[in-house]
């Protein structure tokens, strides 16, 4: 098992920053490929980004690349996103979740890849 709580999230203006994270605790984080999700009122999940076990390679939405930066701090088991140049279209609750299988590319963006998630934190971007 593996327990996942995201925190940071919060209120700002469009073409503002945030920064969320995810602490992970149970089995070891390092262990798991990680990636960001984020659902908004009335549509479905999707992907922001995924990272490898180590932190090596890195895989984005089109919707955020260039914007977002997903990283890993393995050493305390922790999952950041540095959010830049917020738009009104990124209000969402954002997930994190944890990826047994470790690879990252095109599939990280089925949900059904991983395991376990967080409960969500909200992010609101006002215009």
């Known amino acids: 098992q593996v327990q996942l709580v995201e925190s940071g999230g919060g209120l700002v203006q469009v073409g503002g920053s945030l920064r969320l994270s995810c602490a992970a605790s149970?089995?070891?984080?390092?262990?798991?490929?990680m990636g960001w999700f984020r659902q908004a009122p009335g549509k479905e999940r999707e992907f922001v980004a995924a990272?490898?076990?180590?932190?090596?390679?890195?895989y984005y939405a089109d919707s955020v690349k260039g914007r977002f930066t997903i990283s890993r701090d393995n050493g305390l088991n922790t999952l950041y996103l540095q959010m830049n140049s917020l738009k009104p279209e990124d209000t969402a609750v954002y997930y994190c979740?944890?990826?047994?299988?470790?690879?990252?590319?095109?599939?990280?963006?089925?949900?059904?890849?991983?395991?376990?998630w967080g409960q969500g934190t909200q992010v609101t971007v006002s215009s």
């Open positions: 990272i490898t076990r180590s932190g090596g390679n890195t």
């Open positions: 149970g089995r070891a984080f390092s262990n798991y490929a």
């Open positions: 979740a944890a990826d047994a299988d470790g690879t990252v590319g095109y599939s990280s963006r089925r949900a059904t890849r991983y395991e376990y």
